[in-house]
């Protein structure tokens, strides 16, 4: 029996492995079918997105068959082994009854005995799957215990005063490995300067701000925000005065206000509105029904445009002293860009700003303009600096603009 519940202990918690697998594939499958229905309506995927679910799920299906196999046999298998306990009693218990070694009544309580012994085990046995189902639960809780937390400095240094500025001191990068992301960036932000970042995709754009608001640590070097490491800032203090605004704005279900403040009880109510006018976007929460209006999923019911100036609204009212826009005026139809610009403008007044674009034009008035290759820092210099220079920024600028002539190269053609 205890060889059996060993051998059925790890083919179940294997079978559960599985299961539990199985299940998270099929969630994970049905969130994205629910959240791309209408590419999948559109690409007229619909019965080949039904084929694969049906397929995923009789993988769970069968996985979970197996595991009531595997209990079906461990109860029949002790069941098993009581009848023939019992049998085996019987055999040798008549033949010493018969000749007169042991009494009627002494074989009686051994059949008794031997039924209460298997009474626990068959109980055991009928639960023990219910218990493998509870370890394989269990293992994923403890693994997600035994991540590390996000790590915090024993004295985090919280400034009373935050300027603005930033350096990137030799930093290098790699979210796997050494597969370098990042290859010895350094360069400086001073406090109200607006400095846009361009580069291809992939070139560590996006990046360099994850590691500034410290979602990752830098593998080598530092980064310093008014001098002090990130490392040795509080977490929460340092992403209060940092604000990011993404080219896919995340929005949640529910009151527009609630977006805006994303909880905080200290922005209060007009503060809420009066960043949203100053940032124009105002008038649309109105026409939808005013700051109590409920958002679908995701802010489905919104523009593009009118997501974008809900973005700045929120990132307004924080009030933060840096200001991040990673590509947050690439995706906005022109009937709102004028709003959007008007909006931005408003924004970045006297804030640190880091701007990442694809659209040059977007950032030729920055201070300064950052150039990433392959993870480094290429090329610095304002718009028209980098342009005279002609080298990576100049190419991007002519691949943007179909191969037209430089404003330098068109100045000097001139008679």
């Known amino acids: 029996i205890v060889l059996a519940v060993d051998f059925f202990r790890r083919q179940a918690r294997r079978t559960y492995r599985m299961i539990r697998e199985r299940i998270a594939r099929i969630n994970g499958y049905l969130q994205e079918a629910i959240s791309g229905m209408a590419a ?3 690409a007229n995927r619909e019965v080949r997105a039904f084929a694969e679910f049906e397929r995923l799920n009789a993988d769970h299906r069968d996985a979970y068959h197996l595991s009531n196999k595997l209990e079906a046999a461990l109860f029949s298998f002790v ?27 002494t074989l009686v309580a051994f059949i008794q005995y031997i039924q209460q012994f298997f009474v626990p085990i068959r109980d055991f046995s009928a639960k023990y799957a219910v218990m493998q189902s ?18 915090v400095p024993e004295q985090p240094r919280v400034p009373a005063r935050v300027r603005g500025a930033i350096e990137f001191d030799h930093v290098w990068f790699a979210y796997r490995d050494e597969d370098w992301v990042l290859r010895d960036v350094s360069f400086r932000v001073e406090a109200g300067d607006h400095v846009a970042i361009v580069g291809a995709t992939g070139s560590g754009k996006t990046t360099l701000i994850k590691l500034l608001d410290r979602l990752y640590d830098v593998a080598r070097g530092r980064i310093l925000v008014d001098g002090i490491d ?21 929005l949640f279900s529910g009151p527009v206000v609630t977006n805006i403040t994303l909880g905080r009880p200290d922005i209060s109510r007009p503060a809420v509105e009066a960043a949203a006018a100053h940032v124009n976007a105002d008038g649309f929460i109105r026409r939808l029904g005013g700051y109590e209006a409920l958002l679908r999923e995701r802010g489905s019911n919104l523009s593009g445009g009118q997501r974008q100036l809900l973005a700045f609204a929120r990132a307004l009212a924080h009030d933060p002293t840096v200001l991040v826009l990673d590509e947050a005026t690439s995706s906005v139809d022109p009937a709102t ?23 040059l034009s977007t950032i030729e008035t920055a201070d300064r303009i950052l150039v990433m290759h392959k993870g480094e820092l290429r090329e610095e210099g304002t718009h028209a600096a980098l342009l005279a220079r002609g080298g990576i920024y100049a190419r991007l600028y002519r691949v943007q603009y179909g191969g037209q002539a430089l404003p330098a190269e068109r100045a000097a053609a001139r008679p």
Do not use: C, N, Y
């Open 337 to 359: 860009e004028w709003l959007v610009q008007d909006a931005l403008a408003k924004l970045l007044a006297g804030r640190t700003a880091l701007v990442i674009a694809h659209r």
């Open 134 to 151: 509870s370890m394989t639960a269990a293992e994923r809780i403890f693994s997600l215990f035994d991540l590390e937390v996000e790590p």
């Open 40 to 42: 999948i309506a559109l």
């Open 230 to 250: 990130v490392r040795d800032w509080d977490p929460r203090a340092l992403r209060r005065r940092i604000a990011v605004v993404l080219q896919d704005v995340f």
């Open 79 to 105: 069941e098993a082994m009581s009848t023939l306990s019992i049998a085996m009693l019987l055999w040798e218990g008549g033949r010493l009854t018969r000749v007169g070694l042991m009494e009627i009544g």
